[in-house]
Each structure stands twice: as C-alpha cells, then as structure tokens.
C-alpha cells in the first residue's frame, strides 16, 4: 500500500531521511514479520513480506549465479538480497529483491560494514513483482504522478534491470538496459515467458530456470 502524500507533513523528517536513518518503520509503527517499507517517487510504500514462491523464483536467480560461480574462476559477479539501496540522487530508498554486483565491490561494502548500498556499485537491479506492489515496479503509466523502481533505477544510472512479473495476464521476464539518466527510462533488451531458460547476455552471461514459476494467482 502507499502512504498518502500529505502523510509526510507529519513526520518530524522527509520520508527519505527517515528511511535513511532506518527511522521510518519504526515511526509508522510497522510490524517486524517481514514487512518493507520504500520512499518510491517520493511517497511512503508499505509491502507485506514476501510469499514462498515469489522468494522461490528469487533463489533460483540466485542458482544461476552460483552455478557460473562454481564452473567459471573468472566469473566475477555476486549477489545480495534485500539489501538497502540508497537512491540518494532522487531521494529514494529501495529495498530490491535481489542486487548483483562486482565481486570486489561486494567485498568492500562488507569489510566497510556498510548499511546501504548506493547505486554506483550496482550492476544489476531485479524485481519480482507481487500482487500488493506491481505497480511500483513496472514502468509508471500515465495515470501515475509518483515515479516507480524502473524509472529511478535509470535515473539513477543502474546498468540493467531484471523485471520478473508474475501478473497471471503477463508472466514473463525483461531485461532493461540503456539507462537514460534525465528522461529515468530504460531500452527493453529481451523478453522472456515463464518455463524458458533465461540467458542473460554479456557481460553477466549466466542462466536462469524458470521450469518451475507461476503467476501470483487470480
């Protein structure tokens, strides 16, 4: 669900600060079971935890990965889930299924101990959708004033964007690419339907299953 925008008149900060200062959820007085709370296009977003299908689909991204990882020394890509994405650029903060990046990087942001990871060591973004918040993924359509994920991931400059839509009257997976920084849009490189094996180009180059995903349900 999104807070109405005149909510955060009433907040003793702008939603964004708050989410950055890991203050919001606490504020709002969100239940610990899983519950994300995001500053999407500037407005509060609150998603129930996630079902064990939609993380099902998460971990076999994640396979694809560590399979390459297993069978190529030179593969150089790892990834994180959940993990806080400072969109400080456009005053957002995320909270992506699923982050690929450098492993190098990765290695850094740990020893750093850091809380967030900012868009410039992220080379990859993915997003399963679920019921309670598709639309804050896709591509904003025109009755929507708010931004969503995808335009401010490309606003933010983030390579590529993995969108897994699980709507029962879509059921498939595109790779975005091409960001362009000022119109906060991407160029869609391929699609893919539910049961094909993804194949992701350079310079990720691993593959995904998806034998086993479905849609959310009617």
Known sequence: MSVA???????????????????LASYLH???????????????????GPSVDHNGMVRDIERGLFAAELTDPTFVWRSVQTT???MFEIGDGY??????????????????????????????????????NAVSDRRPDQKR???????????????????????PKVCNITLYANPDTRAGTYVALQTWGFGETVRLPH????????????HWGD
């Open 203 to 214: 310079p990720f180059g691993f593959e995904i299953s998806t034998q086993h995903w479905d």
């Open 95 to 132: 909270v992506p299924d699923l982050i690929v990046m450098d492993a190098e990087v990765l290695t850094e942001a740990r020893a750093t101990k850091a809380r967030h990871l900012l868009p410039y060591q992220v080379d990859l973004v993915v997003e399963v959708t679920s019921r309670s």
């Open 84 to 86: 806080d994405l400072n």
């Open 30 to 48: 969100l239940p610990k079971d899983g519950t994300c709370v995001e500053v999407i296009g500037g407005e509060i977003v609150v998603s129930p």
């Open 145 to 167: 004033k708010a931004g969503t994920k995808w335009s401010g991931y490309a606003h933010a400059g983030i390579p590529n964007y993995l969108l897994v839509d699980r709507d």
């Open 5 to 23: 925008a005149v909510a955060h008149f009433m907040l003793p900060d702008s939603p964004y600060v708050m989410w950055v200062r890991d203050e």
